[in-house]
């Protein structure tokens, strides 16, 4: 209604990406931030970093929230970060990773422009304050 | 524009240089434009309704097909399948995929996407993803400016799949040209649930999933039903004048299959392996083919807009007349009044509504 503009549902991308099955914990936040209010789209299994990229751009997401427990975020989390750069959605873009990721890494993740690396223990209620803190304004 | 009083709607010049940028991005085949319109258009951002005009002289080409049918039917697998098929025409393809969100925190996981993944990496295909996000009627409004966004960046092909579940979802598909309703087999008690509603939309139905058990069984409950009519029960039954009656039905029934000249198909198909997509290609071109020779396409267009600006006209005079009643102290203050026996509720809308009624009176004796 044109009486409360200001009524923005945040839209999450949630993506597994590369050779990992392990989607429990990608399962579990999206429901998650369903149940916060969020409109959550989950990419499925086996995603390659162009197919992330493909649907963060696609869908005009707030916020990506990228899961990887394999250990190739370093390989696979910069391909997507210049994929964005590309379509010009990188800095509007929350990207958040979540996974097993060594201190050192989550230095260079964070150089490259994620905002924020969770890993295990980290609890929903910190993740969701997160989201809501930091989701970019729009144009 | 909604000050325009003089009764002629001036439409947005299509000026490039009065273009919002935003538009200028999109129509320039900018993703990360097209994407963001239809966010605004979502969330009714302020402005939107600038970039819809500004978009609507450059819309008209696509063709526009609604899917829909019960949670299962295999539906975004399907249109996974049909984008694979159009883009293999050299076609572009543009997707709305619309899921339905919790009525208490608003919030959706879109689930859709999953399914599609034949096309993706080709971003000649757009998907976009939308939740019914509560909004009563609004989601039709939303969802045919989205179409148009799709139109208006050039896409070839647009397709809105939605979960048939009630008048919202029907509304939807209505911004459809054809309007495909898929069955799974062995939905017996299903096929009966269709006769309210998503029958009378129909313009063919996908029996998918056909290599299960019981397809037959439904293509033939199908064919039966739309044989008898559209109402789908027997005539005759509970109604004490019959000739009547069955003479009310065969009008009905030719309205709708005879003098339109189109006999809705019912399309086998098994989605998973793309078995039957051609036939349903077949089906659908036939169905625009004939859309196109018999005029209904103008007239399915113009019906729709003539919808469009009834939904506009209503959401817009019920704000407007909400900004009103909060200026006059809000409407508990009037329905306390009433309740005091100051009042009743018919004197009071109008009250609210005479100065418009006033106005267009002195217009309409002023010419």
Redesign the interface.
């Known amino acids: 209604m044109a009486a409360d503009p200001e009524e923005r549902t945040i839209r999450c991308l949630v993506a597994k990406v590369g050779l990992d099955g392990h989607d429990r914990g990608a399962h579990v936040i999206a429901r998650a931030f369903r149940d916060a209010g969020f409109e959550v789209i989950y990419s499925g299994l086996h995603r390659a970093p162009e197919e992330i990229v493909q649907a963060a751009v696609q869908e005009d997401v707030d916020v990506l929230g990228i899961s990887i427990l394999s250990g190739a975020h370093d390989t696979l989390v910069p391909k997507i970060m210049s994929g964005l750069a590309e379509y010009g959605a990188a800095e509007d873009t929350l990207v958040l990773v979540g996974g097993i990721v060594p201190d050192e890494d989550e230095r260079e993740l964070k150089e490259l422009g994620v905002a924020e690396v969770f890993g295990p223990g980290a609890s929903m209620a910190e993740m969701i304050e997160f989201v809501r803190a930091n989701a970019p304004e729009r144009r | 524009m909604s000050d325009d009083g003089t009764g002629t709607a001036t439409p947005q010049s299509d000026d490039a240089d009065a273009r919002d940028p935003l538009v200028a991005d999109l129509l320039a085949g900018d ?2 434009a097209l ?2 319109v ?2 605004k258009i ?5 402005g939107y309704r600038d970039l819809v005009s500004q978009l609507h002289p450059h819309t008209g080409d696509a063709s526009v097909l609604g899917v829909t049918g019960s949670p299962g039917a295999g539906k975004s697998t399907l249109v996974d399948k049909l984008a694979e098929a159009y883009r293999d025409q050299g076609l572009t393809v543009g997707i709305i995929a619309i899921d339905p ?2 009525p208490f ?7 859709d ?2 399914r599609m ?1 034949s096309t ?2 080709d ?1 000649d295909v ?4 939308m ?1 019914a ?1 509560g909004s009563l009627g ?1 989601l039709s409004t939303a969802t045919a400016d989205a179409v148009r966004a799709l139109d208006a960046f050039g896409k070839d092909r647009i397709i809105v799949e939605t979960v048939g579940a009630g008048q919202n979802e029907i509304d939807v598909v209505k911004t459809a040209d054809t309007v495909a309703v898929l069955v799974p087999p062995g939905s017996g008690d299903d096929v009966q649930m269709l006769k309210a509603g998503i029958l009378e939309i129909a313009d063919l139905f996908v029996v998918n999933k056909a290599d299960l058990d019981g397809a037959d069984r439904t293509v033939r409950d199908l064919r039966e039903m739309l044989d008898y009519g559209d109402g789908g029960a027997p005539a005759g039954a509970g109604h004490h004048g019959a000739s009547e009656a069955v003479e009310g039905y065969e009008v009905d029934d030719q309205d709708a299959d005879v003098t339109d000249g189109w006999d809705r198909p019912i399309v086998e198909t098994v989605a998973k392996s793309g078995e039957g997509v051609e036939a349903l290609l077949d089906a659908l071109a036939g169905h625009r083919e004939y859309l196109e020779r018999s005029g209904a396409l103008e007239e399915i267009r113009r019906a729709r807009y003539a919808e469009e600006i009834r939904t506009l006209l209503r ?2 005079l019920h ?1 407007l007349l ?2 009103e009643i909060e200026r006059r102290g809000g409407l508990d203050a009037y329905a306390s009044r009433v309740q005091a026996g100051e009042t009743d509720p018919y004197a009071v809308a109008d009250d609210l509504l005479g100065p418009l009624r006033e106005r267009y009176e002195a217009e309409a004796g002023g010419e």
Do not use: C, K, Q, W
């Open positions: 993703h990360r994407a963001r239809i966010t979502e969330n009714r951002a302020p969100s919790s925190t608003g919030g959706a996981v879109l689930g996407r999953i993944g993706v990496g971003m757009f998907v976009r993803s939740s996000r609004g959401e817009d704000d909400a900004a």
